[in-house]
């Protein structure tokens, strides 16, 4: 892929040709569906979904898409994950095996839920300080 500032989600994936662009604009679907509420922003020169604090990423690569849904996630879909490539915070996506949808679904549904889980403890602590 080119090496330049990215504005917006729209003008990343417009940037890709092939099954970059297939796969990306999969993937983003897939994460649309399942966080509707979830904001698209581009943070490190790559597409993040926000809901309640960072989501996912993901990025485009020269012969997968990598997705990174933080460490929880990987921890708490270890088993699933197996088929892929991964580390720490990342997991790869070739290309020509596309796009696990559902698992992604699962992924993102897990992070909308830690985030909101986040943000209540947080709230409880701050309502604890205002005592």
Aim: glycine share 4%.
């Amino acid at each position: 892929m080119e090496s330049r500032k990215f504005k917006t989600v729209d003008e990343y994936i417009s940037a890709l040709s092939g099954p970059a662009k297939k796969c990306s604009k999969q993937l983003r679907q897939a994460i649309k569906e399942a966080a509707p509420d979830a904001e698209e922003v581009i943070s490190y020169n790559m597409p993040l979904f926000k809901f309640h604090g960072r989501l996912v990423y993901f990025a485009a690569h020269a012969n997968h898409i990598g997705f990174y849904p933080f460490t929880s996630a990987m921890r708490e879909f270890k088993d699933k994950l197996k088929r892929f490539k991964t580390s720490t915070g990342t997991i790869q996506f070739p290309f020509e095996k596309g796009i696990p949808v559902a698992l992604v679904k699962s992924i993102v549904k897990f992070r909308m839920k830690e985030n909101l889980e986040k943000r209540k403890s947080g709230e409880k602590k701050i309502k604890m300080k205002e005592k």
